[in-house]
């Protein structure tokens, strides 16, 4: 076909449209497609490794290459196969094939196994390998077995610490071409891959693949110990140190141990003092996201979290989970000197000084001791005359927020506190047992 035939080719059939030599596929179509030829391939890993056969050209002598006849019709700018659809060019006639396939989104080779279908027969081969367990490449310096030859190349470059391809915005440096391009998506904004579920976009396609087993529950990766499944591998390898007792993260400064290396991330946190979550409204700074999280709700006064049984609303999700032992009666922590049970672990805690009577907790003005932090910091306020927490219906102000809900009580008219003897309601716990001191017959001074 000559270049006439390809430039009057009837396209009704396809939503192909040229601008400056930009095309744009239908969507059932693969994406991915080279810049420099046009040729269009099923995966960004198929591109890239595509690309560097224009890299190779660009340092190709045309006198001197000596390489195949294909290589040589580049040189000499021969490009004897087209493609019907787009008009692009190929060689050898190979090319032109698997360039036709990718138009029909055509996938010819399938696996008897899972019914998964591959429009090349050498991705299949590798598919099947996760079947059969087979990992044909090994490593000749640790001895690790891989079913590809592509993470074989690129896991020896952990030995070698050797990163070839650098970022040029940050300078951070990379083992493979393919994930310096998912991070420069970092510096651009770029997220190319969407949930068709929620619309939630990612980075990387292995990043919506991960996320769509949210949506669809899938957890194909199994503790062989003890069954439970997982959503990615590398929850299953953290998993399974539970089992091994494996903590291959170390700090440096105390040497301590731990199963991942987030948990390492921060402690190191404890030793330098860093604080890396700010607030933007008070200044306050945390060395955890999740406190960071809960702080913000403060100031945005959102609950998102409510007991199904009484309708109370609770920031964290951990308070409402204490909060329903109210309900239920349960007291899952116990103290093994007394065998006095409570409803959370904190509550256990402070519990436990009694019997030890330490107080920790020292004021710096005045030199009172307390059991508890949270105590001496309501203490520090009587120095300072500070009342942070205001009534938003009379302004009256309070040291400490439990004595901003008690006052709320007498606005509100709430009465939790009920006596099971007569039935009757009261603002807080401490007139309650006052009351009761009247069935009992005690005088209550």
């Known amino acids: 076909m000559n270049m006439e035939n390809v430039n009057h080719l009837d396209t009704s059939n396809t939503n192909v449209f040229n601008d400056r030599h930009e095309k744009t596929v239908d969507k059932n179509v693969a994406e991915y497609f080279c810049e420099i030829c046009r040729q269009i391939f099923s995966s960004e890993h198929e591109v890239l490794t ?6 190779k050209e660009k340092l190709c002598q045309r006198e001197i290459c000596g390489k195949f006849n294909s290589n040589l019709r580049i040189h000499a700018g021969e490009i004897p196969f087209y493609c019907e659809i787009y008009g692009s060019s190929f060689t050898p006639k190979s090319n032109k094939n698997s360039h036709k396939i990718s138009h029909a989104a055509e996938k010819v080779f399938y696996c008897e196994i899972c019914g998964k279908s591959f429009m090349k027969k050498s991705i299949l081969v590798v598919h099947i390998r996760s079947h059969t367990g087979e990992k044909p490449y090994h490593c000749d310096i640790c001895g690790k077995s891989f079913g590809d030859n592509s993470y074989l190349t690129k896991h020896k470059s952990l030995h070698t610490g050797e990163k070839a391809f650098h970022c040029e915005t940050c300078g951070k440096s990379f083992i493979t071409q393919g994930h310096l391009k998912t991070h420069e998506r970092i510096h651009t904004g770029e997220k190319r891959f969407h949930c068709e579920i929620c619309g939630k976009s990612f980075v990387s396609n292995c990043d919506l693949n991960r996320h769509n087993r949210v949506h669809t529950g899938e957890k194909p990766f199994s503790c062989e110990i003890c069954g439970k499944s997982f959503i990615t591998n590398g929850l299953l390898k953290t998993h399974k140190r539970i089992h091994t007792g494996e903590k291959p993260y170390h700090c440096a400064l105390c040497g301590k141990s ?67 032992r109210i309900h239920t009666g349960e007291r899952p922590f116990h103290c093994d000197i007394c065998e006095k049970s409570f409803v959370s672990n904190s509550d256990l805690s402070r519990h436990k000084v009694i019997h030890s009577g330490q107080k920790p907790y020292h004021c710096d003005i005045c030199g009172k001791d307390f059991t508890q932090n949270s105590s001496l910091v309501v203490h520090r306020l009587i120095h300072t005359g500070e009342k942070p927490f205001g009534c938003e219906t009379c302004g009256k102000c309070f040291v400490n927020n439990s004595d901003l809900n008690r006052h709320k009580r007498i606005h509100t008219g709430e009465k939790p506190f009920h006596c099971e003897m007569c039935g009757k309601s009261f603002i807080t716990n401490g007139h309650l047992k006052r009351h009761e001191k009247i069935h009992t017959r005690k005088k209550p001074f």
Do not use: M, W
Request: charged content about 25%; hydrophobic content about 25%; glycine content about 4%.
């Open 50 to 55: 595509h690309k560097e056969i224009h890299s």
């Open 258 to 324: 731990f199963t991942q290396n987030c948990n390492l991330v921060i402690h190191i946190r404890s030793h330098t003092g860093e604080r890396p979550y700010r607030c933007d409204i008070c200044g306050k700074c945390f060395v955890y996201s999740s406190d960071f999280n809960r702080h913000k709700r403060i100031h945005t006064a959102e609950k998102p979290y409510h007991c199904e049984i009484c309708g109370k609303l609770f920031s964290d999700n951990s308070n409402l989970a204490v909060h329903r």
